[in-house]
């Protein structure tokens, strides 16, 4: 069965914006899905910010292995109730692309629990992408490095925590490095982090960029789901693996659930 990968995306500045939609005159996230689409191991479906339930209803996201997120203008107009359904998916096991200006989704900060701030600039400048884990499943095919002519600049600091991997590390043009693909485990969750993809510049049209894509679906394809992941059972002493005696006082009466 192949993996089933749900691209969404915010879909306004390609509305709004002149530059943005002539590079991608058929909305950004239908030529992401356009790059994905090209391993034959990969279904791929699209979504947007203006479908009902922004197009992740819990039907949508139960048919999904790996979600791939743009979004820039409009994080505030994502729900807070969606944000938590994505996470617990999540956390159960669903893997989580998140693209560029995704830095700053309601998802990834809350999935991140830090900033995500950084430094950036929008002029356009060349990106010298490094490959600094040439042996990671999302590095497969790459060369020693590649190079976006036009990108928008994030700098460093980063304010994420420490990554499970870093990928790649990026250099641009003005002189800043910036750590530009980053994997984390939240739960039982694949969460890999890439960051080109500014929406003025045609990065999404990129062969070596559509390759990075495929390689982190492909790693970030879980099969196993772990419902029970955000339960909090109070396992009872005649159900303790070794006889046991409870001793000293007890907060809880027995069977009750514990605060949250
Ligand atoms: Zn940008």
Known sequence: MPIRTLVWG???????????????????????????????????????????EHGLTDKALEETDVLVWWGHRAHGDVADEIVERVAKRVWEGMGLIVLHSGHFSKIFKRLMGSPCALNWREAGERERLWVVNPGHPIAKGLPAYFELENEEMYGEPFSVPEPLETVFVSWFQGGEVFRSGLTYRKGAGNVFYFRPGHETYPTYHDATVG???????????????????????????EKALEPLEARGGSLHEAGEEGFR
């Open 10 to 52: 915010e879909n306004v500045h390609e509305h709004i914006n002149k530059t943005v939609a002539e590079i991608y005159p058929e909305g950004m996230h239908s030529q992401i899905a356009k790059l994905i689409g090209k391993d034959s191991n990969i279904s791929v479906k699209t979504t947007t910010l203006q479908e009902p």
């Open 211 to 237: 390759l990075v894509l495929r390689n982190a679906v492909n790693w970030a394809y879980n099969p196993n789901r772990f419902p029970h992941i955000t339960e909090a059972p109070n396992v009872p002493v």
